[in-house]
């Protein structure tokens, strides 16, 4: 299993050659979809912390407790 640190690394790498060589030659070399990696460039602002993925737990639950009921 890749760690995060390493998953980072790799979209960095990836992002860099899709700067040299165009995205679908990138596209074709790593087998990921083109719009993946227009994803991962659109996200990426020089620093590899913008490539982190964030966190998709939701902010709330329409049928969650509510304070009085839980106590």
Known sequence: MN???QDILYK???IKY???HGVT???IKFKMHRKTIYRWRE???GTAGSLKDKSR???SH???HTEKEKN
């Open 18 to 20: 899709s700067y040299k």
């Open 3 to 5: 760690s995060i640190t």
């Open 25 to 27: 030659k990138v596209a």
């Open 12 to 14: 960095q790498t990836v």
């Open 57 to 59: 737990r939701p902010h």
């Open 43 to 45: 996200k990426y602002d």
């Open 62 to 64: 329409p049928k969650q």
